[in-house]
């Protein structure tokens, strides 16, 4: 099976991580990066374009007519490809009720307490939708699922390589044909993002 041209804005370091994670899987073709120069080590799959006219899927890239996108909001083809679409993957994979996720801010002190693995340790978080977040300064982040029992799964890593990774995992769910958000195909995005090189931590192991 031909594997998928993927054109990338790659002008942030989220998107730049998901290009590296990309062009390790055999099931991209090519890489179109808009926006910097290809790095020498990333080789010639991944070349300097001006246009993604074209291109099998986009990312950052606003989309022409009828082509396909993916992305971390709620917009695109595949949707939801970030920390907070991955969180909600893991809620319905394990049947898990309550999600958190770590966001960039001041510590808030008091409210509900979430177990993250460490280094993150236990932190406060403040209700926000249906994902508690959690206020870090830290370089990492975490993103976790529980019942506030007995079990929780979680992943915790520097911040742009699981942003990165959660949005490479999206294209890759897109290249296997699914479409909508991530979270609905759980079980296969959790797949991809393993690919990618995210751990999960789960406490019923």
């Given at each position: 099976?031909?594997?998928?041209?993927?054109?990338?804005?790659?002008?942030?370091?989220?998107?730049?991580?998901a290009?590296?994670s990309?062009?390790a899987?055999g099931?991209?073709?090519r890489?179109?990066?808009?926006?910097?120069?290809p790095?020498?080590?990333?080789?010639?799959?991944?070349v300097?374009?001006?246009?993604?006219?074209?291109?099998?899927?986009?990312?950052g890239?606003?989309?022409?007519?009828?082509?396909?996108?993916v992305?971390v909001?709620?917009?695109?083809?595949?949707?939801?490809?970030?920390?907070?679409?991955?969180?909600?993957?893991?809620?319905?994979?394990?049947?898990?009720?309550?999600?958190?996720?770590?966001s960039?801010?001041?510590?808030?002190?008091?409210?509900?307490?979430?177990?993250?693995?460490?280094?993150?340790?236990?932190?406060?978080?403040?209700?926000?939708?249906?994902i508690?977040?959690?206020?870090?300064?830290s370089?990492?982040?975490?993103i976790?699922?529980?019942?506030?029992?007995?079990?929780?799964?979680?992943?915790?890593?520097?911040?742009?390589?699981?942003?990165?990774?959660?949005?490479?995992a999206?294209?890759?769910?897109?290249?296997?044909g699914?479409?909508?958000?991530?979270?609905a195909?759980?079980?296969?995005?959790?797949?991809?993002v393993?690919?990618?090189g995210?751990?999960?931590?789960?406490t019923a192991?």
């Open positions: 099976m031909p594997g998928i041209r993927v054109a990338v804005d790659a002008t942030t370091p989220v998107r730049l991580r290009v590296s990309l062009l899987d099931r991209i073709e890489i179109g990066v808009m926006g910097t120069k790095p020498v080590s990333w080789g010639d799959r991944a300097a374009i001006g246009s993604a006219d074209g291109w099998d899927v986009v990312v890239i606003e989309p022409a007519p009828g082509q396909p996108s992305s909001g709620e917009e695109g083809t595949v949707s939801g490809a970030g920390p907070s679409g991955l969180t909600r993957a893991l809620a319905r994979r394990f049947g898990l009720t309550t999600m958190a996720a770590t960039v801010g001041r510590p808030v002190h008091g409210g509900p307490r979430f177990g993250f693995p460490q280094p993150l340790g236990w932190l406060h978080g403040e209700p926000a939708d249906d508690h977040q959690c206020p870090i300064t370089r990492l982040a975490g976790l699922a529980t019942d506030q029992n007995s079990r929780s799964v979680a992943i915790v890593d520097v911040r742009d390589f699981l942003d990165g990774c959660a949005l490479a999206g294209v890759l769910l897109f290249a296997g699914a479409t909508g958000p991530v979270w195909s759980a079980d296969r995005y959790l797949e991809e393993a690919v990618v995210l751990v999960l931590a789960d192991d």
